[in-house]
């Protein structure tokens, strides 16, 4: 792994207190931005898992929270410019971008996972490879950029990063809202219309995680997970998709 490290250890074996030895800069380099607060990066990488039992120890579901809503705001910025489209399709346009399985995709590009701090028992679970874990550390990243160098440098990131690909998610046709792609084949070939439901939801107010599941009539085939309802049923139409090889 590239991490720079002190000790030889690899993230996923490090104990959460021993953030000391943890050293970004290959990380740094590969996003092209110096962190001033070392803190902040060190608190974007860190799951919830790496801080029980550590009283003190700040996770990064608040920076993804704000990073969330830094994203929202430069995807939308960057999509009001094709004036010829109507809203409908920026409105795919933009949930293509955001969507967890395209974060994640950076996430993996930029190695961002071999720097995550988990707890054994997420590592063991594979959770440095979870598009969820990966997609809301890049958010959280994001957020981070924001508070430790302003709008602009996380405007830059996201422009570098993620609205460098809209050309390649319209080729691919990813642009394409999953609900509506289950819809339609749903409709097409069973003669059903989809609904959801919401199975669970936990965290705080300010950062609750939403489980959500596809039925078709009374068969549930698929669930979703994601920080709001919407994110949620699109994770599980997506799998939905993919149960019926669908897509």
Known sequence: MNHDCASSSSAGTLVPMERSSFSFVALEKTIGIRFRDKELLMQALTHRSATRGHAGRSHNERLEFLGDAVLELVV???????????????????????????????????????????????????????????????????????????????????????????QHILAQGKDRDEKSVFQEKAQELLGVTPHYKVIEESGPDHQKEFTCAAFLGEEKVAEGSGNSKQRAEQEAARSALKAKRWR
């Open 76 to 166: 939308t910025e960057y999509l009001f410019q094709f004036e010829e489209k109507d809203e409908g399709e920026l409105t795919n346009w933009r949930a293509a971008l955001v969507k967890g399985e395209h974060l994640a995709s950076i996430a993996r590009e930029i190695k961002l996972g071999e720097y995550l701090l988990l707890s054994r028992g997420e590592e063991a679970s594979g959770g440095r490879e979870k598009d969820s874990t990966l997609a809301n550390a890049l958010e959280a990243l994001i957020g981070a950029i924001y508070i430790d160098q302003g709008f602009d440098a996380s405007k830059a990131f996201c422009d570098g990063f993620i609205m460098i690909r809209l």
